[in-house]
């Protein structure tokens, strides 16, 4: 067992630091600020103990996600910052304050009223200006509006009328149903500020709409493109004719045929959710075609048999990572585990035979939280990070890993890492470390007992944060909460033309080629309007060449339980979010087991792997064209819900993150250990 010991460290030392917290208060200069959109005003805030002296410790201070930045983000020793706030959006917002501790519990938090009046509005924007329409059409308009300040905003109250309501008038859903031929003046207003275009309504030349689908069977979650013309009497296609898609049809579930489910889209996409008859309708001007189709199960469920379990129960379980022997231990397996809210320690394991798990080592650090784990790719190098540390100094350490059964410390990683590294990844001699929440450091380690500084990557959008890092082929996907996804060239090499391998339809790579861990230059990213974006992981179709990221929720509307040892009840789901076109991407479908949470997720050829936390591991089929509720579409190839009656929480599942391994699944879960589980009948699949 190895320990890095802190100078003058003892039990008694903690226990006093961890009472004196629970008397510290917050002093703000002023009970509240009005800012300006775009203006900046400094306020003072103090953190006092019991006596109303300063604490002598340091505070986070944080501005609210896209509305407020705050600078400097950390307090001084003492326990007073000076901070600077901008505001960036209209509206109430607040600045937080949060004290650094060892145990979570222990934290104290505050924060201020900051308004910010909304600034007058300036102008508005049609999402389209046609100069025609044809009668009896419908058509769907936005308007975008936008204040003084140049903000896009949502809160503005859009009136869309028409100048002859008898020739086309909308209803309150902002559809222009054109009625007859004419001209008419449409016109968008909200508070004074109006926008006008004309459009003319011409004569419908309709006579007949052809409605053709390749297929006449599919399964659920199969995506069939309709193909639909308005042709007019001679037979020629009306391209720019607007066609209205529904369905209607019967289950093949319940004895009197009980509701069809699925979803078909503006461009004629249909996806089926449950199996049965369905009756796709396609329609314009008082013309319509129809097609019947069959739509059977998918049919994809295997049986999951669990091959073997490491129970854990003196500590939550954190992350997980796998890793084959080098070496004298070359043809051995072996895994490390993390562990959450307990005394720093990391577990490791020979797994080689995975029906007999053992742990082998421990290593501990001074942390209360190991959160993440992580092992390069040659075998050699591991690296634990550190959360809670009693000194407050946190960051990472690296390991010797060569040997699992003796693993040895190399050096401990901590410069500006007060506020703790909560996820890192290796890749290629360099340690991408998630720092204090709001950034990722990027520290070589060519030299593992001498590592160095040599980059970083921050957003520069008002209180910022980010969650995860995944690197693949030299691009790292960050997850930022609000901020969404982030990819980031930190060194990928540029895409050849000549090069026709399945990589070619990454079109990230092809904007590669810029960046280095020194020098990482962001290739594209979106945003998350739900501010949950937790996770991240790239997915480059084997079936169809699409090219997603998918983007992982976290949300705990209750608490976390384990903080008071009881269950949890979070929420969450995967985004999949279409990159084809890096500049647009937009999200396609989406993954979300219904009263359960969502954590770390990985992918392996055309599955997804996913710790749902108390909705246990799911494995999903993700082949083919992805669009919907993939959840209902019966995609779910397993599940496993791992509750233990001697769990560090008896009973109840709660699933970190799983990894692929040879024939393989691996997971861990947070109150019961690290788990083996294999796919029956399922083609073997790589070693990561």
Same mark, same amino acid.
């Given at each position: 067992?190895?320990?890095?010991?802190?100078?003058?460290?003892?039990?008694?030392?903690?226990?006093?630091?961890?009472?004196?917290?629970?008397?510290?208060?917050?002093?703000?200069?002023?009970?509240?600020?009005?800012?300006?959109?775009?203006?900046?005003?400094?306020? =003072?805030? #103090?953190?006092?103990?019991?006596?109303?002296?300063? @604490?002598?410790?340091?505070?986070?201070?944080?501005?609210?996600?896209?509305?407020?930045?705050?600078?400097?983000?950390?307090?001084?020793?003492?326990?007073?910052? =000076?901070?600077?706030?901008?505001?960036?959006?209209?509206?109430?917002?607040?600045?937080?304050?949060?004290?650094?501790?060892?145990?979570? %519990?222990?934290?104290?938090?505050?924060?201020?009223?900051? %308004?910010?009046?909304?600034?007058?509005?300036?102008?508005?924007?049609?999402?389209?200006?046609?100069?025609?329409?044809?009668?009896?059409?419908? =058509? =769907?308009?936005?308007?975008?509006?936008?204040?003084?300040? +140049?903000?896009?905003?949502?809160?503005?109250?859009?009136?869309?009328?028409?100048?002859?309501?008898?020739?086309?008038?909308?209803?309150?859903?902002?559809?222009?149903?054109?009625?007859?031929?004419?001209?008419?003046?449409?016109?968008?207003?909200?508070?004074?500020?109006?926008?006008?275009?004309?459009?003319?309504?011409?004569?419908?030349?309709?006579?007949?709409? /052809?409605?053709?689908?390749?297929?006449?069977?599919?399964?659920?979650?199969?995506?069939?493109?309709?193909?639909?013309?308005?042709?007019?009497?001679?037979?020629?296609?009306?391209?720019?004719?607007?066609?209205?898609?529904?369905?209607?049809?019967?289950?093949?579930?319940?004895?009197?045929?009980?509701?069809?489910?699925?979803?078909?889209?503006?461009?004629?996409?249909?996806?089926?959710?449950?199996?049965?008859?369905?009756?796709?309708?396609?329609?314009?001007?008082?013309?319509?075609?129809?097609?019947?189709?069959?739509?059977?199960?998918?049919?994809? +469920?295997? *049986?999951?048999?669990?091959?073997?379990?490491?129970?854990?129960?003196?500590?939550?379980?954190?992350?997980?990572?796998?890793?084959?022997?080098?070496?004298?231990?070359?043809?051995?397996?072996?895994? /490390?585990?993390?562990?959450?809210?307990?005394?720093?320690?990391?577990?490791?394991?020979?797994?080689?035979?995975?029906?007999?798990?053992?742990?082998?080592?421990?290593?501990?650090?001074?942390?209360?939280?190991?959160?993440?784990?992580?092992?390069?790719?040659?075998?050699?190098?591991? /690296?634990?990070?550190?959360?809670? @540390?009693?000194? #407050?100094?946190?960051?990472?350490?690296?390991?010797?890993?060569?040997?699992?059964?003796?693993?040895?410390?190399?050096?401990?990683?901590?410069?500006?890492?007060?506020?703790?590294?909560?996820?890192?990844?290796?890749? *290629?001699?360099?340690?991408?470390?998630?720092? %204090?929440?709001?950034?990722?450091?990027?520290?070589?380690?060519?030299?593992?007992?001498?590592?160095? #500084?040599?980059?970083?990557?921050?957003?520069?959008?008002?209180?910022?944060?980010?969650?995860?890092?995944?690197?693949?082929?030299?691009?790292?996907?960050?997850?930022?909460?609000?901020?969404?996804?982030?990819?980031?060239?930190?060194?990928?090499?540029?895409?050849?033309?000549?090069?026709?391998? +399945?990589?070619?339809?990454?079109?990230?790579?092809?904007?590669?080629?810029?960046?280095?861990?020194?020098?990482?230059?962001?290739?594209?990213?979106?945003?998350?309007?739900?501010?949950?974006?937790?996770?991240?992981?790239?997915?480059?179709?084997?079936?169809?060449?699409?090219?997603?990221?998918?983007?992982?929720?976290?949300?705990?509307?209750?608490?976390?339980?384990?903080?008071?040892?009881?269950?949890?009840?979070?929420?969450?789901?995967?985004?999949?979010?279409?990159?084809?076109?890096?500049?647009?991407?937009?999200?396609?479908?989406?993954?979300?087991?219904?009263?359960?949470?969502?954590?770390?997720?990985?992918?392996?050829?055309?599955?997804?792997?996913?710790?749902?936390?108390?909705?246990?591991?799911?494995?999903?089929?993700?082949?083919?064209?992805?669009?919907?509720?993939?959840?209902?579409?019966?995609?779910?190839?397993? /599940?496993?819900?791992?509750?233990?009656?001697?769990?560090?929480?008896?009973?109840?599942?709660?699933?970190?993150?799983?990894?692929?391994?040879?024939?393989?699944?691996?997971?861990?879960?947070?109150?019961?250990?690290?788990?083996?589980?294999?796919?029956?009948?399922?083609?073997?699949?790589?070693?990561?």
């Amino acid at each position: 067992m190895k320990r890095i010991y802190v100078l003058f460290f003892s039990l008694s030392l903690l226990l006093a630091q961890n009472e004196k917290e629970d008397k510290f208060h917050f002093e703000f200069e002023n009970d509240s600020l009005e800012i300006k959109v775009g203006e900046e005003k400094q306020v =003072t805030i #103090r953190l006092l103990d019991k006596n109303g002296d300063l @604490a002598q410790s340091p505070f986070y201070v944080f501005g609210q996600r896209k509305a407020l930045s705050a600078s400097p983000r950390i307090s001084d020793s003492t326990g007073i910052a =000076t901070v600077k706030v901008k505001a960036f959006k209209p509206g109430k917002a607040y600045l937080r304050t949060r004290t650094i501790t060892v145990d979570r %519990n222990d934290r104290v938090s505050d924060r201020m009223l900051i %308004n910010v009046p909304y600034p007058p509005l300036e102008r508005l924007v049609f999402d389209k200006t046609p100069e025609k329409l044809y009668a009896g059409t419908t =058509t =769907t308009f936005s308007v975008k509006v936008f204040d003084k300040a +140049k903000l896009l905003r949502t809160d503005a109250d859009v009136k869309l009328i028409s100048s002859k309501n008898n020739v086309a008038s909308f209803d309150k859903f902002m559809n222009l149903k054109a009625k007859k031929t004419g001209k008419i003046t449409i016109t968008a207003s909200a508070e004074g500020v109006k926008q006008s275009f004309k459009v003319s309504i011409i004569k419908n030349p309709t006579s007949k709409i /052809v409605f053709e689908t390749k297929k006449n069977e599919i399964r659920t979650g199969d995506v069939l493109k309709l193909n639909v013309s308005a042709l007019d009497k001679r037979g020629k296609k009306i391209n720019d004719i607007p066609i209205e898609y529904s369905y209607t049809g019967s289950a093949d579930y319940g004895t009197f045929g009980l509701p069809t489910s699925g979803l078909i889209t503006d461009d004629g996409r249909f996806v089926a959710e449950t199996a049965g008859m369905y009756t796709l309708i396609a329609s314009s001007a008082g013309y319509s075609a129809q097609r019947t189709i069959k739509v059977t199960p998918r049919d994809v +469920k295997k *049986e999951i048999k669990l091959i073997g379990h490491g129970l854990i129960t003196n500590a939550f379980t954190s992350d997980l990572w796998v890793w084959p022997g080098i070496g004298k231990h070359e043809g051995k397996d072996f895994a /490390v585990t993390g562990t959450w809210g307990a005394a720093g320690e990391a577990y490791f394991w020979d797994v080689t035979d995975p029906s007999e798990m053992k742990i082998i080592d421990t290593v501990t650090v001074d942390a209360r939280t190991v959160n993440d784990v992580k092992i390069s790719e040659d075998g050699r190098v591991g /690296v634990i990070t550190r959360e809670g @540390a009693s000194d #407050r100094k946190n960051g990472f350490v690296i390991l010797d890993v060569s040997d699992p059964y003796n693993v040895e410390i190399t050096a401990a990683y901590n410069d500006d890492m007060t506020g703790g590294v909560h996820n890192a990844f290796i890749y *290629e001699n360099h340690v991408y470390a998630v720092n %204090n929440g709001r950034k990722y450091d990027i520290i070589n380690i060519d030299d593992p007992y001498k590592p160095l #500084r040599v980059g970083v990557f921050e957003l520069e959008t008002p209180g910022h944060s980010i969650h995860d890092v995944w690197i693949e082929n030299g691009i790292a996907y960050s997850s930022n909460w609000g901020d969404g996804v982030v990819a980031v060239d930190i060194g990928s090499k540029k895409f050849e033309e000549a090069d026709r391998s +399945k990589l070619r339809y990454n079109p990230l790579l092809a904007k590669a080629g810029q960046g280095s861990p020194s020098n990482p230059v962001k290739l594209a990213e979106m945003g998350d309007p739900t501010g949950r974006n937790h996770a991240a992981f790239p997915f480059l179709s084997q079936s169809t060449g699409s090219f997603y990221v998918i983007a992982g929720d976290e949300i705990f509307p209750w608490g976390i339980g384990a903080l008071k040892d009881e269950p949890s009840n979070p929420r969450g789901g995967y985004h999949f979010l279409n990159f084809s076109d890096p500049e647009n991407p937009v999200e396609e479908a989406i993954y979300q087991v219904p009263e359960a949470g969502s954590h770390n997720l990985w992918i392996f050829g055309d599955t997804l792997i996913t710790g749902n936390y108390q909705g246990g591991l799911r494995i999903v089929d993700i082949s083919g064209e992805l669009l919907g509720d993939i959840y209902k579409q019966g995609r779910e190839i397993g /599940v496993y819900l791992s509750q233990h009656e001697k769990g560090r929480i008896p009973n109840s599942p709660m699933v970190w993150g799983a990894q692929p391994y040879k024939d393989y699944i691996f997971f861990a879960d947070m109150n019961s250990g690290l788990y083996c589980i294999s796919i029956q009948n399922v083609e073997k699949t790589e070693t990561p």
